[in-house]
């Protein structure tokens, strides 16, 4: 028998060996149980601190590569939007106005020695176009004339104009202002394929071309050519029906080199129509990138919900309170 002292009222009292292994007993269970809640509810926060901060670092290092990718795809999209703008004009600071008129005068000494480029500035008729251009043969006389309009329209701009807005007024100066040709130099419906290099609209009104910036030299060049074959020709045809001799095959000339005048501007608008084209492929592949990873950052939020979800189901609530009972 064991004498065993109350902790509270300090009574001592006497038990034997069997009833002190049971208190022992007793009190070594509730001190491991209490050990083992608490380890329990340790390891449950310490694994769920974990989880937390794994996915927290997953959920940085994802929106950081989506961000990132998104940036490189912005930026590869706005490189190409500029390229093609630069495919339609490489002005730096310029108006259209200034852009032509400096591309005239690079060539003017080496292919328009004589000829005529200005600003229109005879407004007595209440309209005047940008620029006239002629060009002269040996005698002094103009054998070719074009009224140039320029037109340039920032992606700001609130209200959109289409070159056909202005077809009505250029063919009045070119008329009030005696040319033979009208062309608009537009940078207008920048995305309609119908103007995406050098287009004839005279089936609208009468000797009007539409051109993007790159072709400015080009119209003049062709059209002039042509004048001059024309004058050539006609020179010939008045030399041969003074001597009277056979104009058959004067006429079957002029058919071919109008034939051949027309295949020209064809070609030249066709390898510009694929340049384009290509261009406008590719931003469009880099849209549907873009796209993509917008759509992943969605799924990826909603990958995180459910993750979360899953993380609360994992916590053994359930069987932390049967210990505890």
Known sequence: MQDIKCPSCGKAFKIDESGYSEILKQVHDHEFKKQLEEGIQSQVQLAKAQKDLEMTKIKGELEKKYSDELKLKDSEIASYKDYKAKLSTKMVGETLEQHCEIEFNRLRATGFIDSYFEKDSDVRSGSKGDYIFKDFDEDGNPYISIMFEMKNES????????????????????????????????????????????TDVSHRYEKMYVVRPQYFISIITLLRNAAKNSLKL????????????????????????????????????KKSDEVIDQIDKAINSLEKTKKALQDTAKYLGRANNNLEDLMHLAIPDKNLKQIKG
């Open 234 to 269: 006609r020179k010939e045809l008045a030399i041969a029906q003074s001597q009277n001799l056979d104009i058959t095959n004067f006429r079957t000339k002029v058919g071919e080199y109008a034939k051949s005048f027309g295949q020209n501007v064809e070609l030249s608008q």
């Open 155 to 198: 992606d700001e701009t609130a209200t959109k104009k289409k070159n056909e807005d202005f077809f009505k007024e250029l063919d009045k100066d070119r008329s009030e202002k005696n040319c033979e040709y009208a062309v608009l130099v537009s940078l207008l419906e920048i995305d309609n394929e119908l103007y995406s290099g050098i």
